[in-house]
């Protein structure tokens, strides 16, 4: 939860920030908060469409700052899902094999039970 919320406030600040940066410029593509907050959206999941990007030297340190950050930030999202599905799947399998591991000694227990009373039989059947 904190590292998707550190990836909105990482957009929206790159956003708040292009806008106000590239709005001043008379060949800026990057002139509404929606337009800014399309162009941190496709920036930060490295998307990239195209139709809006910054113009302005300072509104290109930004965007790389954001393409930087962004991947550090998606790539704990990512992960974190990864390392949580893994401890799913074995979680899952130790509880399998503990429960193989539990019928195997019934069995075993059952077995060597039954070659005592074979064993037992021959013994009386010399004695």
């Known amino acids: 939860m904190y590292v998707l919320t550190s990836a909105a406030v990482l957009s929206y600040a790159a956003a708040l920030a292009v806008l106000d940066i590239e709005r001043a410029d008379p060949a800026a593509n990057i002139t509404t908060l929606g337009d800014a907050l399309w162009w941190a959206m496709t920036t930060i999941t490295t998307v990239g469409y195209g139709d809006h990007y910054p113009v302005t030297d300072t509104g290109r340190l930004i ?3 954001l393409m930087i950050g962004g991947i550090a930030v998606l790539g704990v999202v990512t992960a974190s899902l990864a390392s949580w599905l893994v401890e799913s799947v074995a979680a899952e399998t130790a509880a399998e094999v503990e429960a193989i591991d539990e019928s195997v000694r019934r069995e075993l227990a059952e077995v060597r039970a039954q070659l005592q009373v074979l064993t037992d039989g021959l013994q009386r059947e010399k004695g």
Do not use: K, N, S, V
């Open 63 to 65: 965007a790389a700052a």
